[in-house]
């Protein structure tokens, strides 16, 4: 079974701009968290989605947002870059059973702003 | 709420030598428990996962976890090292009030010297 893909790998960006990341859960897996890993400040949890709907927030400011698409494809945007923003965005996937908290990660998306 | 510590942010080691991570946390639930690896610009690999059916937990790459509830903590051992253990590795424990959120200890970065 393939496992969980992110695109892009690497991504420059500007302040101000915005980027628009994307995520595959592994097949038959109906949610998808994100999260932003640091130096500083590690891995932190950003939102999770399941079943198109966003079950979860983590506390980071509304620039940055989500969704679901029904094949559960996801795609996290994060508007008016800061420098502050640079980091490895990674996203997970976990199946559908209620008590299926393991969560797959994927390779991640270096985003460098400039 | 949960949370988790990581006891040791470096360890090195001799190759051939045991290799122990230490992680204690706190949760107010039945914790689930879980230590992923983090390889340089790589996403994140389980290594194992606590679920309460057994207190010792056996996982990848020679790998095992004893979650001992009276110390509350769930230190990562291996026998022997290899250089490929050369690595990021996080404690991690999920949220059952937060859906779909792990919350990650700081890391604990492994150096395997030959």
């Known amino acids: 079974k393939a496992g969980v893909t992110q695109t892009p790998r690497y991504l420059i960006k500007t302040r101000g701009q915005q980027v628009t990341l994307s995520c595959s859960p592994i097949s038959g897996h109906r949610s998808v968290s994100w999260y932003q890993q640091t130096p500083g400040q590690g891995l932190q949890f950003l939102f999770e989605?399941?079943?198109?709907?966003?079950?979860n927030k983590g506390n980071f400011p509304g620039r940055f947002s989500g969704r679901q698409f029904s094949n559960s494809r996801s795609e996290m945007n994060v508007s008016t870059l800061e420098l502050g923003d640079s980091a490895l965005y990674l996203c997970?996937?976990?199946?559908?059973?209620?008590?299926?908290?393991?969560?797959?990660f994927g390779p991640g998306t270096r985003l460098t702003v400039l | 709420a949960q949370s988790v510590t990581q006891l040791d942010s470096h360890v090195s080691v001799s190759e051939g030598t045991p290799v122990l991570l230490r992680c204690n946390y706190s949760?107010?639930?039945?914790?689930?428990l879980f230590w992923y690896v983090q390889h340089p610009n790589k996403g994140l690999q389980l290594l194992l996962k606590?679920?309460?059916?057994?207190?010792l937990v056996k996982g990848i790459n020679g790998f095992e976890a004893e979650f001992k509830k009276s110390e509350t903590s769930f230190h990562l051992t291996k026998p022997s090292a290899h250089m490929s253990d050369a690595a990021e590795y996080f404690c991690v424990v999920s949220d059952p009030g937060n859906t779909g959120k792990l919350i990650f200890g700081q890391g604990t970065t492994l150096q395997v010297k030959p």
């Open positions: 949760s107010s639930y039945s914790p689930s």
């Open positions: 606590y679920t309460s059916a057994a207190t």
């Open positions: 997970a996937s976990s199946g559908s059973a209620p008590r299926t908290d393991t969560q797959y």
């Open positions: 989605y399941f079943s198109e709907t966003q079950r």
